[in-house]
């Protein structure tokens, strides 16, 4: 299993975006399922609903359903992401933070995202 960020989802929903092609290349080489959480959906279909339209939006958020791993952030996980955003001081968001906590429950170590505050993190290997 590999976790997935909002990063990716969104260059590879937007034609536009700067990494998009990078994102192509990673979905033909990417064998895992993927994980993601709540708060993955909402800023990416967020992002994608603001510059393409609601529909985008609905269409990513339909490949989240049919595709990934659906985990929902509850207090303990909440909890061990404030700490995690404590120990980088606020340099990193409480979404990336909480995406961190999750992937320790699971024993992940990769996920995919071009989002570089994941390097701050030793023990995850960013696919980018």
């Known amino acids: 299993m590999i976790f997935a960020d909002s990063s990716y989802f969104i260059a590879l929903a937007r034609e536009k975006d700067r990494w998009h092609k990078d994102a192509l290349r990673i ?7 993927m994980i993601i959480s ?3 959906i909402s800023e990416s279909i967020t992002m994608v609903g603001s510059f393409d339209g609601g529909k985008a939006g609905k269409t990513l958020y339909e490949y989240f359903v049919d595709n990934c791993k659906i985990e ?3 207090e303990e996980i909440m909890e061990k992401a404030m700490d995690t955003f404590l120990k980088y001081d606020g340099s990193i968001s409480l979404a990336d933070a909480s995406s961190i906590e999750i992937m320790k429950k699971y024993g ?3 996920i995919i995202s071009f ?3 994941f390097d701050k993190a030793n023990e995850i290997d960013r696919i980018k």
């Open 38 to 40: 709540e708060l993955i």
């Open 72 to 74: 929902f952030i509850n």
């Open 27 to 33: 979905s033909e080489r990417i064998k895992e399922s």
């Open 108 to 110: 992940i170590n990769k």
């Open 115 to 117: 989002d570089s505050d």
